[in-house]
């Protein structure tokens, strides 16, 4: 009698099968050797492969060129805020007007990808640098002019030859507007630190004027990220606010303990 060791080990339903090699490397068939119908799908598809790499590559050398821009443009801010700290404003200027220059080298270099219909289609990739521009050229002007500076003024100043090096959206000119407290806090608060108070109220009055435009906008409609930036706005004046309360309580006191010493 076999036992059920021999049973299982004779029958063929409990036989180990080896596995199927499955070779999915592709080959390279020679194309006389296909026909017609299929040589027109695979010329298809290898069209679809070569524009979508195209696609790519571009996408990826406007994020570069994006990000290039914005490391620059955070130079020119860090010069300017160096305004408090010398003698001679216009030396900072004529720094920043240096990194300015090389900010436009970089501009020139990616308006050769933001050509006709990509100016939208990249808009995604390009707009971070744009917006970080004109936070610095924004900068520049609130602190050489006090005003805000306006999207044709923005344009003005990308402009070499006939026009500007890129285009600039609605959505980019008031996102770039919407980084302008944080920077403008920061000069407020150097500010103090050298005891300007006319400075100190001229960032106030600046900020207030934001909030109030900025306030219309969101009742006007929505523009994507705009609210992320608006708590930034109200931090920023918040603390420009109490910084200019406490500057002029301070001087209220010194003024009163001077009056009461000559007294």
Known sequence: MNSPMDTAEDSPQRLAKKPKVHNNKPTDIPMEDISDSKREILTLFTNYRNTLDAHYDQRERVIKCSR?????????????????????????FRDAEKQH????????????ELQGSNSLK?????????QEYIEAIGLWTFLQDGQLISKEQVLERLSVGAGPLVSVT??????????????VNRYCINAIGKGDREAVKKCLAFLRLMKEGVNLLLCGGYVRDLDKKVAVLDSSLEKTERAFYSMSIRESEMSARSVSMVV
Do not use: M
């Open 101 to 112: 220059a090389q900010v436009l080298d970089l501009f020139r270099k990616i308006s050769v």
């Open 170 to 183: 609605d959505e980019d000119y008031i996102l770039g507007i919407s980084d302008l407290p944080g920077e």
């Open 68 to 92: 290039d821009i914005t490391a620059l443009s955070k130079k020119i801010v860090f010069s300017l805020l160096r305004i408090t700290q010398v003698t001679n404003p216009e030396s900072v």
């Open 122 to 130: 990249y808009n995604r990739q390009a707009t971070p640098g744009i």
